[in-house]
């Protein structure tokens, strides 16, 4: 990779500032169909057991409740404060867990697992530690020093208690949704959360030995300004955590429902809101974070600056992760599955999924294998997205193809991106430069063969690339 510094160009990022996906897969989730359910997913299963040295698991549990709603929320959850409703939503995740389990072969450990939502403290810690038991009893869990349990958390339904309680069921890694500490933020997008609660948590994780906490940030919400968001930027890296995720707000009430209680009155002007990513850019790195990719920066000791660093970060619909040589498993409503050459969903909403597991099903409603094509696009595009260069020469060794010919449409696609310096081609790679590196979704477009430009501007489905 380049060096790690970040060239802020703000008409670039304004001209470029176009829908786009995230890459959290490739393909992406728009091109999953229902032709692809539960025999498809047994199918790529069992192939998948069949490597001469077993790929390890990851695996992904959501849990869609939350007590109180967040208006800029996207994520797939439920509203409510009945606590009942968690039991009644885990007797069908344990069925869930034993009928996918028994897909895989025992020998194949799990090296990662990860709590999203949600609100995975939603469910008390009885109740999680119930949750991993039951993992553990399905799946063989490995031993290694780089194994991660790890849960995203609201610091305001959890105390010190409750962290001393997760670590002694095995979780080592937090995050913490903080997006912004200014109070007219805060009452704008409905989330009231004081400094001193969040510290309190973070301070609590290193206490019960977590291995590493993330906080995350967002930038664009309503009433936000450069004042506040530099006050809740120092307040963070004075916090130190481990990671820090800076996401740009994706305001598509359109799409999410929650967004249309907000007042778009208050939503901050484009310029604004390049000018609080470059505020984060500033304050972080001035910090001593490095910049990851994708809004993600981590203090240089953290496993995911030391696994870009040798070449082994991963992404996938957990973020970015060190564990690329794993199978992605996910279990619970919306959950995505990434099985060999093959991606799998659940239903996103909750009668479906339990009416699937009460029907002794496994609760799959769409997916798709990909082709040889999609697996070398897959290929590139993590590369891309992970160390910031395409290896062209190691592509056209691993997939046998001539890369100049196969992507010649994709390299007209990149010329104007060229041009305007956020990509340099060398022999054997293209190289990600320091003004580009905030645009790796719009250089990833270049090589995404599904992408119909035109259309994804005209009918957004995808958030903007700032």
Not at 307 to 312: D, L
Request: glycine share 8%.
């Amino acid at each position: 990779m380049e060096s790690q510094s970040i060239a802020f160009n703000t008409e670039l990022l304004r001209r470029y500032d176009r829908p786009g996906p995230r890459y959290t897969s490739y393909p992406t989730a728009p091109q999953f169909h229902s032709g692809f359910g539960e025999k498809q997913l047994r199918e790529v299963a069992a192939s998948s057991n069949g490597d001469p040295i077993p790929r390890r698991l990851s695996l992904y549990v959501h849990v869609p409740f939350c007590e109180s709603p967040c208006f800029y929320c996207g994520c797939n959850r439920i509203i409510t404060r009945d606590k009942a409703r968690g039991d009644a939503y885990l007797a069908r995740l344990y069925r869930e867990i034993a009928l996918t389990a028994d897909l895989f072969d025992r020998d194949r450990e799990a090296i990662q697992l990860h709590f999203g939502g949600g609100t995975p403290n939603f469910l008390s810690p009885a109740q999680l530690g119930e949750v991993v038991e039951t993992l553990r009893s399905h799946f063989r869990f490995s031993d290694a020093r780089d194994r991660d349990v790890s849960i995203e958390l609201d610091p305001r339904f959890v105390d010190a208690d409750d962290i001393a309680a997760l670590a002694r069921i095995g979780f080592n890694r937090a995050s913490f949704g903080v997006q912004d500490f200014d109070p007219a933020v805060q009452q704008a997008v409905n989330r009231i959360q004081s400094v001193e609660q969040t510290r309190a948590v973070v301070e609590a994780c290193r206490a019960n030995g977590f291995r590493s906490v993330n906080v995350d940030l967002i930038y664009g919400l309503p009433s936000q300004n450069g004042d506040g968001f530099a006050r809740t930027l120092d307040i963070v890296a004075d916090m130190r955590p481990d990671r820090v995720a800076v996401y740009g707000y994706a305001h598509m009430p359109h799409l999410f429902k929650p967004q249309k209680q907000l007042d778009d009155t208050l939503l901050p002007s484009g310029e604004t809101k390049l000018a609080l990513l470059q505020l984060a850019i500033e304050k972080l790195t001035a910090a001593g974070y490095l910049y990851i990719g994708m809004d993600h920066f981590a203090l240089p000791d953290d496993e995911l600056a030391l696994a870009q660093a040798r070449g082994g970060l991963h992404r996938n619909f957990m973020g970015y992760t060190t564990h690329a040589d794993s199978d992605l498993v996910g279990l619970g409503v919306s959950a995505i599955s990434h099985i060999g050459d093959s991606f799998s969903q659940n239903p996103r909403d909750l009668p479906s999924w339990q009416a699937a597991l009460d029907e002794g099903r496994l609760p799959v409603f769409r997916g798709m294998r990909l082709d040889a094509d999609d697996v070398l696009r897959a290929d590139l595009i993590q590369q891309l997205m992970c160390q910031g260069e395409i290896p062209v020469a190691a592509l056209e060794r691993r997939h046998g193809i001539d890369f100049a010919d196969y992507f010649a449409t994709s390299l007209e696609r990149l010329a104007p991106l060229v041009e305007d310096g956020l990509a340099r081609i060398e022999p054997g790679r293209i190289v990600v430069t320091s003004r580009g590196r905030l645009l790796l979704r719009n250089i990833a477009m270049c090589f995404d063969r599904y992408l119909d430009q035109s259309a994804a501007i005209a009918t957004p489905r995808f958030s903007r690339a700032i």
